[in-house]
């Protein structure tokens, strides 16, 4: 069987930091293609962490760092069994979980809590930094997961 190349997508880094990450997040939480909506709400809550004398960006790429999983578990089907195996994340998909784990996290938070998305996202950033929050807890699940079904392994295609 032949594998196709893969394209890699090239992502351009957002205006005002020039971080990849930044312009990926942005697209996370764009809905119906509104981006500037979706930057200024980062943008605002980068400020609110900046506001707290923290660094946004060391602050961010922190938080991605301890949310990003090391191994996820996958289906395999083996003799009529499935098992879950545990494999290694592609950095690709480490970020690209993480900053969805960051985003729904952000927006399940209480409403009483935070009045706007923005104080949201910039507190689950901040617990994400000092390795708390619902994000790193989604992480420390699947590490779990991944642990336990250690002995099913040897599966791996």
Do not use: C
């Not at 005002?16 to 939480?29: R, W």
């Not at 004398?53 to 991605?64: G, L, N, Q």
């Not at 993480?98 to 809590?113: D, G, H, P, S």
């Amino acid at each position: 069987m032949r594998h196709k190349k893969v394209q890699k997508r090239i992502t351009i880094p957002d205006g005002i930091y020039n971080n990849v990450l930044f312009t990926k997040l942005i697209n996370g939480m764009m809905k119906d293609g509104k981006k500037t909506v979706a930057q200024r709400l980062l943008y605002s809550a980068l400020d609110i962490i900046k506001a707290k004398s923290m660094d946004p960006i060391e602050t961010f790429d922190k938080a991605i760092a301890n949310i990003a999983p090391k191994v996820e578990v996958k289906a395999r089907r083996v003799g009529g069994a499935n098992y879950q195996v545990p494999i290694e994340v592609r950095s690709e998909r480490k970020n690209s979980l993480a900053i969805r784990w960051l985003l729904e996290a952000a927006q399940k938070k209480a409403n009483k809590e935070f009045h706007s998305f923005e104080e949201k996202l910039a507190n689950e950033v901040m617990s994400a930094a000092n390795n708390e929050g619902e994000a790193v807890r989604k992480k420390e699940t699947m590490h779990k997961q991944a642990e336990a079904n250690k002995a099913f392994s040897h599966f791996r295609w």
